[in-house]
């Protein structure tokens, strides 16, 4: 008599990875669409515009430009209280923050719930309030928290567990974007760092639910509108020309971003220095009403071709110390749109200058390829920069040409620069440990 076989045993982890990625891209969609939500209510309130409709109509920019020079002001020195006081609180009383990437790598990749959660909550609340920093983590860490805690109740393996984590991240992307490709593309390449097919499968699957569900409370709509624009000859080769520029440009801005944010308070100075941060960004944000919030406005003038170069420059100088001075203060925020915001805007000046000579193509062509840029080398992601913008925009695909050229002369001097700065540092270092010896 044969002894029954165990051949189908497999088949119940697999029902379980399965049944867990199905619920992380619901969860990691309905977390997203709540806090693309309550970023609308918060911002309509505080301005006070198109309160009935969270979705549609008034843009966050129109809003903020019909409300008052005191409104703004008094907003934005709110900003810097809820930063301030909001994460001294977390830091001091909370359990500490894992971040994604660490719960990926660590032997327990479940993320701390109430700690994480308000985090994030704090991010979607200072963005709304005219905070230059993103608000793509605060999704990314609800969708991470979910996939862990989903995958511990469900028993499975340590691999399993950080493999959801990370769907769990890109979901939480792809739910508050609408982009179900780019979310999976940036669990793949900037995560995981694995193309393998069971990899793939469950970063798509839940990636693609996620932005299915959120279409429920925020539609299916594209982040950007982007009028059309002809590809010539002249954009692909100003898109050559200048791509090396752009990786320089984001090197630098990688660079400033990182001392800042390495230098942020966590103790008692925390809540005056953020408070004075906000106060600052509000007395500029009379003036210049574009550089509220985390870069969208910006960058949609300029894809819309309504910047001038004066206007762009003055507002790329503004938003790059406005995001340093912010992280240094110690506000929490993403890096995603505010750096394809800077992209676009140094493209207007750079593609300006160009248009002096080589006159004939729209600053918003240039814009487009210069955030796509900007974004590939600053994030370190070439492949879900070029994937995020497309699906941003839903630019003809044809456009995809000069960013390509772009991309791949931004990420050459980029990651050229980058070996550099490691190299001089390895030998600083072998100077200070001889030094010590001697």
């Not at 911002?43 to 430009?65: C, D, N």
């Not at 106060?279 to 210049?288: D, I, K, N, P, T």
Request: aromatic share 8%; proline share 5%.
């Amino acid at each position: 008599m044969h002894a029954p076989s165990s051949r189908p045993a497999p088949a119940i982890p697999l029902f379980r990875l399965a049944t867990v990625t199905v619920f992380t891209g619901i969860g990691a969609g309905l977390g997203g669409m709540a806090l693309a939500l309550l970023l609308h209510l918060i911002q309509h309130l505080a301005y006070g515009y198109s309160v009935a409709h969270l979705v549609g109509h008034e843009s966050f920019y129109e809003g903020v430009a019909a409300a008052s020079a005191e409104r703004r002001i008094a907003v934005l020195l709110a900003c810097g209280a809820i930063a301030g006081f909001g994460w001294l609180v977390v830091y001091r009383y909370g359990r500490p923050l894992v971040s994604i990437k660490k719960a990926i790598t660590s032997g327990d990749p479940l993320m701390p719930p109430v700690t994480t959660t308000a985090h994030a909550l704090l991010q979607i609340v200072t963005v709304a309030l005219g905070s230059p920093l993103g608000r793509e983590v605060a999704p990314r860490e609800i969708g991470s928290l979910i996939a862990g805690w989903l995958s511990h109740y469900a028993g499975l393996s340590l691999e399993q567990t950080r493999l959801m984590v990370a769907c769990g991240a890109g979901a939480g992307l792809a739910a508050v974007y609408n982009v179900p490709l780019g979310g999976a593309i940036f669990v793949l390449e900037v995560l995981l760092r694995s193309f393998e097919l069971r990899v793939v499968i469950p970063a798509l699957a839940s990636s693609v639910i996620a932005a299915v569900v959120a279409w429920l409370g925020l539609g299916d709509e594209s982040q950007y509108v982007v009028p059309h624009f002809a590809l010539s000859a002249n954009l692909v080769i100003w898109s050559i020309a200048m791509g090396p520029v752009f990786g320089v440009a984001a090197f630098a801005f990688v660079q400033l971003t990182g001392r800042a944010r390495a230098a942020a308070p966590k103790g008692r100075t925390l809540p005056v220095l953020s408070i004075a941060n906000f106060l600052v960004v509000g007395l500029l944000a009379v003036l210049f009403p574009q550089i509220l919030g985390n870069g969208k406005t910006p960058a949609q003038l300029g894809f819309s071709n309504e910047l001038t170069i004066g206007l762009a420059a003055t507002l790329l100088l503004i938003k790059v110390a406005i995001t340093t001075s912010s992280l240094r203060a110690g506000a929490q925020g993403g890096l995603l749109t505010p750096g394809m915001s800077n992209g676009a805007l140094l493209a207007i000046v750079l593609g300006g200058a160009w248009t002096l000579m080589w006159p004939g193509t729209p600053m918003g062509a240039f814009a487009l390829v210069g955030a796509t840029a900007f974004l590939a080398s600053s994030m370190n992601m070439p492949i879900t920069a070029l994937v995020l913008m497309v699906e941003f925009t839903r630019i003809d695909h044809d456009f995809i040409v000069p960013m390509l050229c772009a991309v791949a002369g931004s990420i050459a001097v980029n990651r050229l620069l980058e070996t550099k700065m490691k190299t001089r540092v390895r030998a600083a270092s072998t100077v200070e440990v001889e030094a010590e010896r001697a």
